[in-house]
């Protein structure tokens, strides 16, 4: 079973301050990984994809990966409120007829605080 | 504007009847899936298509089935067989087979039983 794992959370974090999202995958071929945003009752929003070891940066935001410890995190700096949602992280992953989809973590809950 | 329309937003199935759920994006994609998403849970993945005229079956196709007559259509129908259907279900699309490629979201289906 090719399993992507999240805490649930909630993470709670003053505005102002860096959030710290984690996230550990279990399939060694995985080699993309994304982070989606999803507001509760709403539908997953793209928020940053990552292919290589390292950093990488947009704007607030940056995902780092780590292929050799098989973990992914993402972190938000300068919090604001509004980015309280449900982070989910998946690993792209082969299909048996050689297509391709995402495994999707359960996600972790954001809590930003005035 | 490209994107991924889901209708309808919200659907009541009765006892024993079957249920279509409609997905449709202009954004040229030959890929595309469907997920099921329950409260607090990750998403699982019920059927994926690569190609037209092409499918295949997912982690949870049990009670499911589904249609790809033309490129920017795959509907989902929720079958009499499916005896938990209440979840958001999620539509989504990405470019053929490309593991680097993200996938984009429609708004989602929220389906109940009466």
């Known amino acids: 079973q090719k399993e992507v794992e999240q805490n649930s959370g909630p993470l709670s974090v003053p505005e102002g301050a860096i959030a710290s999202l984690n996230c550990t995958y279990s399939?060694?071929?995985?080699?993309?990984f994304f982070w989606y945003r999803q507001y509760s009752g709403k539908s997953p929003e793209l928020i940053m994809f990552?292919?290589?070891?390292g950093d990488k940066e947009d704007g607030r935001f940056t995902a780092q990966l780590n292929k050799a410890s098989q973990y992914v995190s993402l972190l938000i700096r300068d919090s604001q409120p509004s980015d309280s949602a449900t982070y989910l992280c998946a690993a792209g992953g082969v299909l048996s007829n050689s297509g391709y989809a995402l495994n999707f973590g359960k996600g972790t809950s954001l809590l930003v605080t005035p | 504007d490209g994107g991924i329309t889901q209708s309808p937003k919200y659907l009541f199935r009765k006892e024993g009847q079957n249920v279509t759920l409609s997905c449709e994006q202009n954004?040229?994609?030959?890929?595309m899936y469907w997920y099921r998403q329950d409260p607090g849970q990750g998403l699982r993945l019920i059927y994926y298509s690569q190609i037209v005229n092409d499918f295949q079956k997912g982690d949870i196709a049990e009670g499911y089935s589904v249609s790809r007559e033309k490129k920017e259509s795959f509907p989902l129908t929720v079958t009499s067989a499916q005896k938990n259907p209440t979840a958001f279900y999620l539509c989504a699309s990405s470019d053929r087979g490309s593991r680097n490629q993200p996938q984009h979201f429609g708004d989602g289906t929220r389906l109940s039983i009466l």
């Open positions: 954004l040229n994609h030959d890929a």
């Open positions: 399939d060694r071929g995985s080699q993309s």
């Open positions: 990552i292919y290589s070891n």
